[in-house]
């Protein structure tokens, strides 16, 4: 089982940026692909971002393609979301996510794709 702590949420301008980071607990972090998700209030979770295990592959929502980046480190069992150019309807709370059996393409868009699911971070971005 893997364990999964988000931090380096928080409150900031339009235009600003942010980083996100998501540490795994586990010796195996290596071997999960992962993904950001988002969920802002009202609104049901959706995709934000996803790598496969060895980082070569990622994918983006449109919304955020050009403006974010994922990225791991597997020494440190971490997954990164850097936000640029944030504006205010990026505020959500993010989680990040991990997947046990990620598909061909070596990660998944589809929540029930993840297994193991962090506590969230909140994003906010004031205009």
């Known amino acids: 089982q893997v364990q999964l702590v988000e931090s380096g949420g928080g409150l900031v301008q339009a235009g600003g940026s942010l980083r996100l980071s998501c540490a795994a607990s586990?010796?195996?972090?290596?071997?999960?692909?992962m993904g950001w998700f988002r969920q802002a209030p009202g609104k049901e979770r959706e995709f934000v971002a996803a790598i496969s295990r060895n980082g070569v592959n990622t994918a983006y929502a449109d919304s955020v393609k050009g403006r974010f980046t994922i990225s791991r480190d597997n020494a440190k069992n971490t997954v990164y979301l850097q936000m640029n150019s944030l504006n205010p309807e990026d505020t959500a709370g993010y989680y990040c996510?991990?997947?046990?059996?990620?598909?061909?393409?070596?990660?998944?868009?589809?929540?029930?794709?993840?297994?193991?699911w962090g506590q969230g971070t909140q994003v906010t971005v004031s205009s």
């Open positions: 996510a991990a997947d046990r059996l990620p598909n061909r393409y070596g990660y998944s868009q589809s929540m029930s794709s993840y297994d193991y």
């Open positions: 586990g010796r195996t972090f290596s071997s999960y692909a």
